[in-house]
């Protein structure tokens, strides 16, 4: 048995988390299964896969315990049908390579499956969160399909308390597969976020048309004030001056911006608003904030950043929007732990 967690309020890459959310933390915990029947009459090996209008997948999977081996194999789509018994060859190398998932990629092409994992696991996994949810309250089940890795999963938010999230892999693979026998995840849900009211009734998770019923995923407004005053809060933006060309330093060089001073408004449409002063920026070339990004033609083209009402009275709203984003920027390489190198020594021979 494994049990590990990981904090995403720690994390630099994880979008950044609504003020007041004290703990969010994934975790996994992995636990050995017994088969008892597969160990007895050992696996039986069925063809498994995808079917989408762009592109199919066919893999070799245990129809009894949903087990697969490793590697799962890559069966040619022609040849082999969903459901069907796999009487091809396994390809045992023991023990595996380490770099096996290079070497298959290398090899780029079908391959047949390889041994069956000698002490099957199966993964509880979630999420959990302690404070703001971005408004959101909801509860969902989701259900997976044969070709799923995931076989059940369940949601439940409630701002501002928190949110759970918990999914099982490996465990209840006959019960899913009596529930959902198609080829598509099947989710049940209910969702109030923004004043809107959805749901989904056994609907795809995944995939939505015009022809979908609206009672099986459907939403509706639930705040009156929403239609009494023309809609939900939003941003609204009026350019008030500019674009000013200026330039920025930081530390790997000199940057051209074009500034654009903005009045911002935040309210509904017919309703009292909130004014700010906003100042969006657009550079002549994308601005590094991490390490993936030094020397690729990755990092931040635009953004915008507020200034005080003070600075546009006084007219000095270009050099207060510089300043800021110059900190912008130094914040975000913070994050990232990025130390871009000075422009001079960069140019070195
Ligand atoms: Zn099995």
């Keep these: 048995m494994r049990w590990h967690t990981h904090d995403n309020l720690a994390d630099p890459d994880a979008p950044p988390a609504p003020r007041g959310r004290l703990v969010d933390r994934s975790w996994w915990l992995t636990v050995p299964r017994l088969l008892l ?23 070799v999977v245990c129809s009894r315990c949903g ?33 096996r998932h290079a070497r298959l990629a290398e090899l780029g092409g079908p391959h047949p499956p390889g041994a069956w994992p000698r002490r099957p696991v199966g993964e509880v996994s979630g999420e959990v969160v302690l404070g703001r949810t971005y408004g959101r309250i ?36 006959g019960l899913a597969r009596r529930l959902n026998p198609g080829t598509t995840t099947k989710t049940i849900g209910l969702d109030l976020y923004g ?47 500019g674009p000013d060309l200026e330039t920025v330093d930081l530390t790997d060089g000199t940057y051209q911006l074009q500034l654009v001073l903005r009045r911002q408004r935040y309210g509904r449409p017919r309703g009292k608003a909130r004014y700010s002063w906003s100042v969006a920026w657009r550079s002549d070339r994308p601005i590094p904030v991490r390490p993936d990004d030094a020397g690729s033609s990755n990092g931040i083209v635009s953004a915008a950043v507020e200034v005080g009402d003070q600075a546009v009275t006084d007219d000095t709203w270009a050099a207060e929007a510089l300043t800021r984003i110059a900190a912008q920027i130094e914040t975000m390489r913070a994050r990232h732990r990025y130390r871009p190198q000075n422009a001079g020594e960069q140019a070195g021979p």
Excluded at 38 to 58: E, F, I, N, Q
Excluded at 138 to 165: K, M, Q, R
């Design 195 to 241: 004043g809107r009211l959805s749901w989904q009734v056994w609907a795809d998770r995944d995939y939505w048309s015009s022809e979908t019923p609206a009672w099986r995923s459907g939403s509706v407004g639930v705040n009156p004030l929403d239609s009494l005053l023309g809609g939900p809060k939003r941003y609204d933006y009026r350019d008030e001056a």
């Design 37 to 59: 029947a597969c160990r007895v009459l050992g696996h039986r090996p069925t063809v498994d896969g995808v079917d989408t209008p762009r592109w199919s997948a066919r893999w």
């Design 138 to 173: 909801s509860f969902g089940i989701e259900v997976g399909c044969e070709g799923d890795e995931h076989t059940f999963g369940a949601a439940v938010t409630i701002n501002p308390i928190g949110a759970l999230y918990v999914t099982l892999a490996g465990f209840g693979r």
């Design 67 to 99: 087990t697969r081996p490793s590697p799962q194999g890559d069966l040619d789509p022609t040849v082999w049908a969903i459901r069907q018994p796999y009487d091809g060859p396994f390809v045992i190398v023991d023990p595996l390579p380490k770099d």
